[in-house]
């Protein structure tokens, strides 16, 4: 993407970063600015779910890329990586030039894997170019697990799943965006900021602030992690530092440490929990992988299309297919294969297993594994939070709030968000104030560009959302609950008149993944206050329980720098499939 300084808030990034992080003066020239920090790299970067807030002079001190060294072998290509590496352990070739192999040669090695999201995809991928068998159990009536798409207002595709790829440093997602021609954008800006009154901020005022401390944040917790109280918050921290950032010698600083506050909370956006249950001591494990952050507006479909291919092309699929039980090798048999018992009384035998399922799903189903999971891995699932960010969409006829200069086919656009910091002008519908937070799909590239606003919701906001529109039956009746319950925030956007009909939306659509067992009732993991062991944790859960035959993949299992992202899922397929590999390959 190119690299561009929009004339709204700028976001200072060193060459690893990939979110907004510092954000500039509006009234700040882009010249003027460039002038004063050749030495960066500046992008307009945007506010979910993933950046980097380490340099290339820090990174070999940060521990999540230490983890990203050891686990991938640093930021090379880790496609080519896998290539060069699985060309090397073709197991059905080792197995016919044994004399008297261990393994029949006319027995192709037989392995199970649980979920068709992308993990679980990208394993069948890797163990069929090795002549595996693979039999994907999938209990949905469709591949993608997370990765969703829905229509809204009858003519727009929406992910209902991630809308973002999380960095452009040897990012095999945004290699696979490209080949398929996937439309991403790149260039963002915050446009509208609005007080707890309603009204209009200036774009720096509590953002710059707010963005300096959560980057000192990490920076404490990356450098002192192992002295943190497990009890100590990002709240904690927020409130213990923003003095020092205001003063009392500074003018109006009750307000601006309030509004610095406030903008914290957005920080529950990236993570889907409240700051207040974010750990500080494990808060460097939020870290992700550098360059951009890029969101998919032409959705993830063409990138789910093409990972999915090879299984559709030669693994066998059971669809609509529910575990309900895992037999370890030990209690098998002659103790050599894995068995799987299905809810409708199926029972199929692997000789390796790759479990893929969500975290949520682990936490809700240890008791379907049969010899009971080691201690070690039972507490680390437990440990490990499981968010719960939800999203709802609001489209509208046009996009009202734009200038009509900036409606034309050749104008130029940047992704825009919006917020509504603690809003105490609707306390009926919203008494606890839930901030509310907005990407603008009115302003993404003009062919892909749509008249609704993509809003993001976490925590006790998400239930009550969630829960609300699951309580009605029909399609109306909901899309009025939505539209009534965020109406106070849209019609603040500028050019709101409630007597023009294109200023009311034709369509609302919003996720349940806390509804949703078959994801784990949640969205992704993330790192709870009170956690005490978050890397070793997620290095547990990475190892699975090899000598039981039952391997885990998913976005809690990837390289520290990757986990809660698509990146992150696709690695962990692929890395435990080159495991499982490895591991035929000695037994052969």
Request: hydrophobic share 30%; charged share 25%; proline share 5%.
């Amino acid at each position: 993407m190119s690299q561009v300084v929009l004339p709204a808030s700028y976001r200072r990034v060193g060459d690893l970063s990939s979110s907004r992080l510092l954000s500039f003066h509006s009234s700040t020239h882009p010249k003027e600015l460039l002038q004063h920090h050749q030495h960066h790299q500046y992008y307009l970067l945007p506010t979910m779910d993933a950046y980097s807030f380490y340099t290339m002079a820090n990174r070999k001190k940060s521990r999540i890329y230490q983890d990203l060294n050891k686990s991938r072998g640093g930021l090379q290509s880790p496609v080519d990586r896998t290539i060069n590496q699985l060309r090397n352990l073709s197991i059905m070739g080792r197995v016919l030039q044994q004399e008297t192999p261990a393994v029949d040669p006319a027995r192709k090695p037989h392995i199970g894997v649980v979920g068709a999201g992308l993990a679980g995809l990208r394993s069948a991928d890797i163990l069929l170019s090795h002549g595996f068998q693979v039999t994907i159990l999938e209990a949905r009536n469709r591949l993608g697990g997370r990765v969703h798409q829905e229509t809204i207002g009858d003519r727009h595709s929406i992910d209902m799943g991630p809308n973002w790829i999380h960095g452009t440093k040897s990012n095999p997602i945004l290699e696979l965006a490209r080949e398929t021609n996937t439309e991403l954008d790149g260039e963002q800006s915050t446009s509208f900021i609005f007080d707890e009154d309603g009204e209009l901020l200036p774009t720096e005022d509590g953002s710059k602030r707010m963005w300096d401390i959560l980057t000192e944040a990490f920076d404490f917790s990356n450098r002192s992690g192992s002295e943190i109280d497990p009890s100590k918050t990002l709240r904690d921290y927020f409130e213990e530092h923003v003095k020092d950032k205001i003063p009392d010698t500074e003018d109006g600083h009750e307000k601006k440490r309030q509004i610095v506050l406030q903008s914290a909370d957005t920080w529950g956006s990236f993570v889907g929990s409240p700051i207040e249950k974010q750990s500080l001591k494990f808060l460097w494990l939020e870290e992700c992988i550098g360059g951009e952050n890029l969101f998919c507006a032409g959705t993830y479909k063409r990138i789910l299309d093409r990972i999915a291919s090879p299984a559709l092309n030669g693994a066998t699929i059971r669809y609509n297919t529910k575990v309900s039980e895992i037999r370890g090798k030990s209690t098998t048999v002659h103790g050599r294969t894995v068995a799987v018992k299905t809810v409708d009384g199926h029972q199929l035998e692997f000789d390796e297993l790759i479990v893929t399922t969500p975290l949520g799903w682990l936490k809700r189903n240890l008791d379907a594994f049969s010899p009971p999971l080691p201690d070690r891995l039972t507490n680390a699932i437990k440990s490990i939070g499981y968010g719960c960010l939800e999203k709802v969409y609001i489209s509208f006829p046009r996009a009202f709030w734009l200038d009509s200069d900036e409606n034309g086919p050749e104008a130029p656009r940047t992704l825009g968000f919006h917020e509504w910091l603690s809003p105490k002008y609707a306390t009926d519908s919203n008494p606890n104030r839930w901030i509310q937070d907005a990407v603008d799909l009115a302003s993404l590239t003009n062919h892909v560009a749509h008249p609704t606003l993509l809003l993001y919701i976490y925590g006790e906001q998400s239930k009550h959302i969630t829960s609300g529109v699951r309580s009605l039956k029909s399609r109306k009746e909901k899309v009025e609950f939505l539209n009534s319950y965020f109406k106070p925030y849209y019609s603040r956007l500028p050019k709101y008149n409630e007597d023009d009909g294109t200023c009311h939306p034709i369509d609302c659509i919003s996720t349940d993944w806390l509804g949703d067992d078959l994801a784990g009732n949640g969205s992704y993991c993330n790192f709870p206050v009170g956690l005490e062991e978050g890397d070793e944790d997620l290095l547990t859960m990475r190892a699975g329980v090899p000598d039981e035959g039952i391997w885990l993949a998913g976005e809690h299992t990837a390289p520290f720098v990757a986990v809660g992202t698509t990146t992150g899922a696709y690695w962990s397929g692929e890395d435990v499939a080159m495991r499982v590999v490895e591991t035929c390959s000695k037994r052969s």
